[in-house]
């Protein structure tokens, strides 16, 4: 999109943006997964390097290719997102936690492939819970350090998903919480996106609706103006 004007108003500054849906293993040839596609995360990175930052892009199995001129560390588990996202953000100023992480993973992974007749007509997984990175990232955030999370709803209602946010921001500790619906095709894998912004105090401080990648300048306006 060239309707933006050339601005560097974030150079200088250090972003972390994790993006795309983590992957937890079963077996060697097995995961839980989810239907994350990494395009807002990725349109948040490409528009932040565009406005001079330097950008860490924590990925994990993203469905398209990463924007050149930003450095990429591939992940797949949510535990390794959080290592790496824990590593990136001790001295970023901008934290953009964008990616979807699987909120549990197998007690137990097999080391060899999962075999039917071993298991007979049903089958039972254990999962447990994994940390909460944002959580984990706003709790140990440094002075001037903006974090924002994303939350990703299926809540029809308008209302009842603010809600949803006003309450998932609070539990979480983040300055900013982007909040937008999905459902079996609105979402994931569109060019499109349509958000809300909530502040820490859930306020609604943005909302927007376009391509991703204008989506996420407008969400970048909104951390660069709390940056000091
Ligand atoms: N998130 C995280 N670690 C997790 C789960 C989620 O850091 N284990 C982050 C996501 O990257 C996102 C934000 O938390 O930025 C909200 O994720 P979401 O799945 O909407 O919230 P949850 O707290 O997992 O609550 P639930 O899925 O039950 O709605
Ligand atoms: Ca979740």
Known sequence: ESARPAQLDLAGRRVVVTAGGTREPLDPVRFLGNRSSGRQGVALAEAAAARGADVVLIA????IAAPAGIELREVSTALQLQEAAALASADADIVIMAAAVADYRPVEVSEGKIKKDERGDSMTLE???NPDILAGLAAAKKPGQVVVGF???TEPDKAAQL??????IA???ADLLVLNRVGWTE??????NEI???DHAADIVLEAAGSKLSVAHRILDVIAERLS
């Open 196 to 198: 809300t912004v909530l």
């Open 151 to 153: 939350a990703a709803e």
């Open 127 to 129: 999962l447990v819970r």
């Open 171 to 173: 539990r979480k500790g």
């Open 187 to 192: 979402g994931f894998a569109t060019e499109r």
């Open 163 to 168: 809600e949803l946010g006003r309450r998932k």
């Open 60 to 63: 994990a199995h993203l469905e």
